[in-house]
């Protein structure tokens, strides 16, 4: 039978090696300072040929841990995904296609912003074979989530929490040319 105290201290050993010497690296951000900003809190899609849509959002990602992170991509950084809230879920709703090279990561220093826009050309039809889907309904709440890595391989291990890779909320509605 093991003594209480050598079983706290297994534990709390076990727990040391677990989080590791970069742990502190890994802050995750207040929800009312997001790393991943966009520049407004509502944006209209604009709906042409019947069941496209077309969409613009310009946004910066900050690094606000104490290690450099990685972006990575093929010849820019992968755009982030947008995801609608329902109820009290987020769910995907979007992901651009995007060429399967890999370029030299993007690296962002403690502090560095990375500005970007992210712009949306996207089928409602989720029968169309030609055209990135868009998960319908348009109008809802919405963020974006960015890949952010604290290593320059595209591993799952190396993804930041997702709270430290989503935006603010912003709102979303449809409007006609």
């Given at each position: 039978m093991y003594r209480p105290s050598l079983l706290c201290l297994v534990v709390l050993l076990t727990s040391c090696t677990l989080i590791g010497p970069d742990s502190d690296a890994l802050i995750t951000p207040a929800p009312d300072s997001p790393?991943?900003?966009?520049?407004?809190?509502?944006?209209?899609?604009?709906v042409i040929e019947?069941?496209?849509?077309?969409?613009?959002?310009?946004?910066?990602?900050?690094?606000?841990?104490?290690?450099?992170l990685y972006l990575i991509g093929c010849r820019q950084p992968s755009s982030p995904i947008i995801?609608?809230?329902?109820?009290?879920?987020?769910?995907?709703?979007y992901a651009s296609i995007e060429l399967a090279c890999l370029s030299p990561p993007w690296v962002l220093n403690p502090g560095e912003h990375f500005q970007d826009t992210l712009r949306?050309?996207?089928?409602l039809d989720l029968e169309d074979k030609t055209f990135p889907k868009f998960l319908p309904p348009v109008t809802g709440n919405y963020r974006l989530v960015r890949s952010v890595y604290t290593q320059p391989e595209s591993y799952k291990e190396y993804l930041l929490p997702k709270q430290a890779r989503i935006s603010n909320t912003f709102t979303l509605s449809r409007t006609h040319p």
């Open positions: 790393a991943l900003v966009t520049d407004r809190s509502a944006y209209k899609a604009t019947g069941d496209h849509i077309t969409l613009t959002i310009p946004l910066t990602y900050t690094n606000q841990t104490t290690q450099p995801e609608r809230q329902v109820g009290n879920v987020w769910i995907h709703v949306v050309r996207a089928s």
